[in-house]
């Protein structure tokens, strides 16, 4: 058994991210894991603000240093996607870079990234997607996964514009939204494209129901960590991402 260090940069208007990759991880059969937040200033879900809140993350890279973490999330999707096409390896790119000046060999994830690096591990290739952003900026959502070469064959967006009420989303709301997608094409249904909207306990069961796999932005961060730490990719509960074979249990 090992102890692992995860840092997680966050909006400071988060409190989803914090509790579900936790979750997530506990679930580990042999692994412990520790949780280091650093924040940055955000609370309305503006394009204006997420440059904002992104022009604060080398503070956050160097407090998360100090700390000697093993893996580091950058815990906010939308801010990295609403930057343009293939923004999430700059970014992984720079605070690589970052970390390395201070000696650290720290694994590092986007969650803009582990969304699509999740998907491509498991070859799926035609997604439906829930979100909880205003119009506009789910458009670049999607636009930035169809330029990863990932086909959206249907989405909904619920127009919360307040991160802060994005945490408070209802569930029943997130899987009345997916009830209401076409699904007859997907291979996989991003349920929370968000690391904010809660969504975690609704994975399995939304899985079981629609008989497709689920994510969402906290699992495929979770898939990522643990691949980044050299550990499978495998918690119970968390839906086929997480199971080693991809397949929707029965």
Request: glycine share 8%.
């Amino acid at each position: 058994m090992s102890h692992h260090r995860i840092g997680m940069i966050v909006p400071s208007s988060n409190v989803t991210v914090e509790t579900e990759i936790p979750a997530l991880l506990a679930r580990h059969p042999t692994e412990t894991f520790s949780f280091h937040g650093s924040r940055m200033r955000m609370h309305k879900v503006t394009p204006e603000e997420l440059v904002a809140m992104n022009a604060q993350r080398s503070r956050c890279v160097d407090e998360l240093a100090d700390a000697g973490v093993d893996a580091l999330l950058y815990a906010c999707l939308v801010a990295v996607m609403a930057q343009g096409a293939g923004e999430h390896r700059r970014v992984e790119t720079e605070v690589a870079a970052q970390l390395a000046e201070r000696g650290l060999p720290a694994g590092l994830v986007s969650s803009a990234g582990a969304l699509v690096d999740a998907l491509a591990a498991r070859s799926w290739g035609r997604v439906a997607l829930v979100m909880p952003y205003m119009k506009p900026l789910a458009e670049q959502v999607v636009a930035y996964l169809e330029a990863e070469g990932i086909e959206i064959v249907d989405w909904a967006a619920l127009e919360v514009g307040d991160n802060t009420e994005v945490g408070c989303i209802p569930g029943s709301r997130v899987v009345d939204a997916a009830r209401g997608l076409d699904l007859s094409r997907a291979d996989a249904l991003v349920i929370s494209c968000c690391v904010q909207m809660p969504s975690l306990p609704l994975v399995p069961v939304v899985e079981k129901e629609l008989g497709l796999p689920v994510l969402s932005a906290a699992t495929a961060g979770a898939f990522c960590l643990l691949r980044s730490l050299g550990l499978p990719p495998e918690l119970p509960d968390a839906g086929a991402l997480l199971v080693a074979s991809g397949l929707v249990s029965t």
